[in-house]
């Protein structure tokens, strides 16, 4: 019950196409979703994060889009570009606890 | 911006050394983390600091791992007797609330 479910492991999509990650949970007490970035090499990246009382959320070229009742919640990425190339992970924490719970991660790679 | 750092971004130890990963979080933040990613794997949570104590710790943490927070700045990870499987990448976190954590670029730990 504490798991993210992640997919696809990988994606590739050319220039300006819309790359779209999804992550299943079962836990209702979760309450806060957050996606991070990570490049090789480095620490993840947060990117953008949403509670569960908006079903959208916008940042720049980022969306997250929250399906409550179905416990899903999916990353898009706008007129994605080579260096948006990076593995994505979605992770789930809620307000008793302290702990971030991840997903498997998503490689996407933007074809020039 | 602000950046949570560590050092040394690669550690090499031979089983059975013990060894402190350092973290400075960011200057105003409250709560404290470490998580560890085994190489092509999701990241996982370890413990929570908070209040100069322990909020939560997964079971991963057990007897051989060990925080501290010796000064206002510093934040450390400490194993005790390494093992082969304790080889990873291991991330510092902070945040000033529960919702968001940065991450720092973390420390490779090879075990040999």
């Known amino acids: 019950q504490q798991q993210v479910k992640q997919s696809p492991q990988s994606l590739i999509v050319q220039k300006g196409g819309i790359p779209i990650i999804n992550c299943a949970y079962e836990?209702?007490?979760?309450?806060?979703f957050p996606w991070y970035q990570q490049f090789p090499g480095k620490g993840p990246a947060l990117l953008i994060a949403?509670?569960?009382?908006?079903s959208e959320k916008k940042e720049g070229r980022f969306t997250i889009s929250f399906n409550k009742s179905a416990k899903q919640f999916s990353l898009h990425i706008m007129d994605s570009q080579p260096g948006d190339s990076a593995t994505y992970f979605c992770?789930?924490?809620?307000?008793?606890?302290?702990?971030?719970?991840f997903g498997t991660g998503t490689r996407l790679k933007v074809l020039a | 911006e602000p950046e949570v750092t560590q050092t040394p971004s690669h550690q090499v130890t031979q089983m059975g050394q013990e060894v402190i990963l350092r973290c400075v979080p960011i200057?105003?933040?409250?709560?404290f983390y470490w998580y560890r990613q085994i190489l092509g794997q999701k990241v996982e949570f370890l413990v929570s600091?908070?209040?100069?104590?322990?909020?939560?710790k997964s079971e991963i943490f057990d007897d051989q791992f060990s925080v501290e927070r010796p000064d206002g700045s510093n934040f450390t990870l400490k194993i005790r007797s390494t093992k082969l499987e304790d080889s990873a990448m291991y991330f510092c976190?902070?945040?000033?609330?529960?919702?968001?954590?940065?991450f720092g670029p973390g420390t490779r730990l090879t075990v040999t």
């Open positions: 976190a902070s945040s000033d609330n529960r919702a968001e954590q940065y």
């Open positions: 836990n209702t007490a979760f309450d806060y």
């Open positions: 949403i509670r569960p009382d908006v």
């Open positions: 992770a789930a924490s809620s307000s008793g606890t302290y702990k971030y719970i």
């Open positions: 200057s105003n933040h409250l709560y």
């Open positions: 600091f908070y209040n100069n104590e322990i909020s939560e």
